[in-house]
């Protein structure tokens, strides 16, 4: 829910919107609303599923403690996001994240991320 009156919110600062334990989805912007819609379906396919859910808010800074800190205690960690997959912000996220855990010890399953498909994007004024 948005405030009615003036707000601010820190730059570089990750919001938990569920805690879990079996799973780390991260997200930001508009794709927080279908993530929030999928993992109830995937609840109630698979009764029990603990999903954590983190809206980044802000992706320069990012919060790498927050989201590291989930995979850590998870084990998995699905990124997703509004963007073809090559050069998307996913890749820094998952980079990130195997870069500062050791990926044998800590990551249960391989990383996934959710994305467009590569498609040309075309910028031009007549579009």
């Known amino acids: 829910m948005v405030p009615v ?3 601010e919110l820190p730059l570089g ?3 938990v919107l569920t805690q879990g334990t079996d799973l780390t989805v991260v997200g930001w912007g508009a794709q927080l609303y ?3 819609n999928a993992i109830q379906l995937a609840q109630k396919k698979m009764p ?3 999903v954590e859910l983190i809206d980044l808010r802000s992706i ?3 919060d790498v403690e927050t989201v590291c800190n989930s995979v ?3 084990g998995r960690l699905l990124i997703a996001h509004e963007a073809p997959k090559t050069q998307g912000f996913a890749a820094e996220i998952a980079t990130t994240v195997m870069e500062r855990y050791d990926a044998i010890h800590t990551i249960r399953t391989e990383r996934n991320r959710l994305d467009y498909i590569a498609v040309c994007m075309l910028y031009t004024s007549r579009l």
């Open 5 to 7: 009156g003036d707000y």
């Open 13 to 15: 600062k990750a919001e």
């Open 34 to 36: 279908v993530l929030e």
């Open 48 to 50: 029990g599923l603990s």
């Open 60 to 62: 320069l800074p990012w």
């Open 72 to 74: 850590n205690k998870t």
